[in-house]
Nanobody
Framework: VQLQASGGGLVQAGGSLRLSCAAS????????VAWYRQVPGKEREFVARITGSGMTNYADSVKGRFTISRDNSKKMMYLQMDSLKLEDTGVYYC?????????YGQGTQVTVSS
């Protein structure tokens, strides 16, 4: 299984971005996928997760602003990010957190400017 994130970029505070994650290999609908993010000097932190059946949960810091979704037929996962804040800046990684070891794809940079 491989995961590839895309869609990052530079956006002003208050703006929106939509990240995508393409999965290849494996049985996509059978496993939980998630978004994590990392800024230099800090540990990678959880953002949102979605199970194969569509159950979601979010970090408190993004609840109400971000929406995670998936399209199992396309083997795609998405993160709609609205009302972006400066502190949302970081490299965003799509992951399969329940794999052993957890599987991380290549990240995509999100930069929120004032």
């Amino acid at each position: 299984v491989q995961l590839q994130a895309s869609g990052g970029g530079l956006v002003q505070a208050g703006g929106s971005l939509r990240l995508s994650c393409a999965a290849s290999g494996g049985h996509f609908s059978s496993y939980t996928v998630a978004w994590y993010r990392q800024v230099p000097g800090k540990e990678r932190e959880f953002v949102a997760r979605i199970t194969g059946s569509g159950m979601t949960n979010y970090a408190d810091s993004v609840k109400g602003r971000f929406t995670i979704s998936r399209d199992n037929s396309k083997k795609m996962m998405y993160l709609q990010m609205d009302s972006l804040k400066l502190e949302d800046t970081g490299v965003y990684y799509c992951t399969a957190p329940n794999f052993s070891p957890p599987l991380y794809g290549q990240g995509t940079q999100v930069t929120v400017s004032s």
